[in-house]
């Protein structure tokens, strides 16, 4: 099968987004919306990117806080898809409005809205085939990020992540396949939740995703993370045991052999060869854009 | 060098006391003060166990509370330990005393306290002889189960655990070598600051144990798990790359294969071999014991 060609990436939420005090600059190279916009302007520009609100409960307030945000950073034009209705997503203005973008931010907000409003509609299949044949940029944090694999969390508790059964899944966009994504990773503490979903399928990669930190996944494979924090990665491939099919709901998971990396900013990961992707794996253009980021440093 | 003769129990916390109603129940099989004194029982009855409230802002409350369990659970005798000076733990009535127990329970606190108080004294080396020499058993919660290795993590952030500094270590009590406990490690999240602590010595073996469960550890190596959660073990030995010595205090850890481990209930693990103990690793009395709790479930 032939690899996308485009962008995928995944923010663990609550990203700066310039609008607070005391927040981190949004210019930092690590800036997390820094680092989106910056691969969105290598197609060219002007440039336009479209927010899709339809996961939060606020869309009007979110979408002018990530409209300030992206024309802080640059972007010509931010349209603001704020999709309620599963018919509103097949309509032709719709459409022309996604065809103009160069890339698609999900917000946060619950990520069952965004599957089931949004799910087999024109506007997600042409985003999935702009993604497919062109470096197009689907970005997405916190609920916006759970979305993105084919299998996503939809609820659940961090601290009873261990307890069978209070781990919800649920179908998500398949931007991505074999891959199970969490946010709010550290701050939420959700390790146990994350392995638990990997334990019942140990071929299932885990990407467990900080606050304010990312991974930018290039043609569905090679990684780079960006952002301040860490990103968890929960590798079942090697576990050898686990009871999780002999026990009832609530009682406790075990699980033997999960491997487990902390990845940091400007660290690579192949989500499907599961290695550390070595620099000259990367292609030419990321290089590139890695000297000018480390030039930025 | 040879092995201990004791038994090390080291409890995550919160464990049921029986002094609260709607907590389990102090006499189901996986009640960990009832598997604690079936430890000590097996030395033969009557027995006495000790409470050592060193830890405790409220020595007081929290020795009223432990008597009742111990003794609900048939202990004939209980005796408090308080020492806040550290010349007490040197005397005579002290050392007396703990010649009559069959084991030692460290309750929770502060666990600087604990080993600033009692590190180096009689009291500490009658226990370690004890325990080396004889099947006693050294058991705490805690406070008191962090206190029980060599290395003891004495402070840090759990939502931050993934930051350079964030995690504070100090010296335990070496009842045992190349292991470090962390407790509340499901309800608090704590899997980056153990993990933070395993990566600047891949050496070391993180034990992480949740609330109301423990573990168990026979002649310093082959261990059980008993309680209600999880225990999650970090082996650091396969770990390839860690960033952790290059960067600077408050920024994000990364480090590669770490290999992890969820064990509940009745699992084995050598913390010697760092290997799953198969039940004949097991010594005789342990199996007739396993066999025993097995009719009880």
Redesign the interface.
Known sequence: MELPKGYLIAIGGAEDKGEKEGQFDLYHESAILRNVVDIIQQQGEPCTIGVVTTASSIPEEVSIIYDGAFRKLGITNVEHFDIIHREEADSKDILNRLEQCSGIFFTGGDQLKLTSRLGGTDFLNMIKDRYHNEPFVIAGTSAGAMALSNIMISGGS??????KGRVKISIGFNFLENVIIDTHF???????RL?QVV?TQPDMLGIGL?DD?GIIIRQGSNSQIIG???V?ILDGKHIT?T?ISTINND???????????????N?YFNVKTRT?APVNAIDASQLAKKEVLQKNE
Chains 1, 2 share one sequence.
């Open positions: 961090a601290t009873k992540g261990h307890l550290n701050a939420r503490g959700r390790f146990n392995a334990a900080e930190t301040y924090g860490t968890t045991d009871n009682q406790p998971i075990s699980l033997k052999n999960l491997v487990v990396h902390l990845l940091c900013k660290e550390s």
